[in-house]
């Protein structure tokens, strides 16, 4: 991963929904941790669970920045909200509120590969939630992380 460094100027690691080697190795040089929640398979368990791994990673990587938000939001109901808050109340990670809406466009997107911004038909709210959600993450890089 250090050696690919030179050569671009992002590097995306996905990784998979579990505690991996792969993602630890990862988080022990990466810049960014993102970590999305769906709120509908929200529980405490899992977040417990993340907390505790970037409880042992910080020391290994402290200038990590860890960014939460919400992938999948519902466009109504009580469940985004009741996420958002039970999110909110960690210090482990900064929690960005600028979610991502459960649309078809980002499943058609990541079905061809491509971001929001790429493909066409354009979907106006997915551009700007992602959007939105790059901003945060921009501000969030020169503050607190
Ligand atoms: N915001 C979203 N709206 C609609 N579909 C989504 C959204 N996020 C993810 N998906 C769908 O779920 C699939 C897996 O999503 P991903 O975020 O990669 O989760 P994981 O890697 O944990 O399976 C995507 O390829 C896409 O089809
Ligand atoms: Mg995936």
């Not at 941790?33 to 509908?40: E, K, S, T, Y």
């Not at 409880?55 to 958002?84: Q, T, V, Y």
């Not at 929690?95 to 066409?120: C, H, Q, Y």
């Amino acid at each position: 991963m250090l050696k690919l460094e030179p050569k671009y100027d992002d590097i995306v690691i996905d990784t998979g929904r579990r505690d991996t080697a792969s993602q630890r190795a990862a988080l022990t040089v990466a810049n960014v941790f993102l970590v999305p929640f769906i709120p509908r398979s929200f529980d405490i368990w899992t977040l417990q669970k993340v907390t505790t791994l970037i409880g042992e990673i910080r020391p290994i990587n402290p200038e990590l920045k860890i960014f939460a938000f919400l992938n999948r939001s519902d466009p109504r109901g009580r469940d985004n909200l009741g996420a958002s808050e039970l999110l909110s109340e960690s210090d482990a990670y900064t929690f960005l509120d600028a979610p991502l809406g459960n649309r078809k466009a980002f499943s058609n997107a990541a079905a061809v590969g491509m971001s929001v911004t790429e493909v066409k038909p354009r979907d106006k709210k997915a551009i700007n939630e992602l959007q939105t959600l790059f901003n945060h993450c921009q501000l969030a890089m020169n503050g607190a992380g």
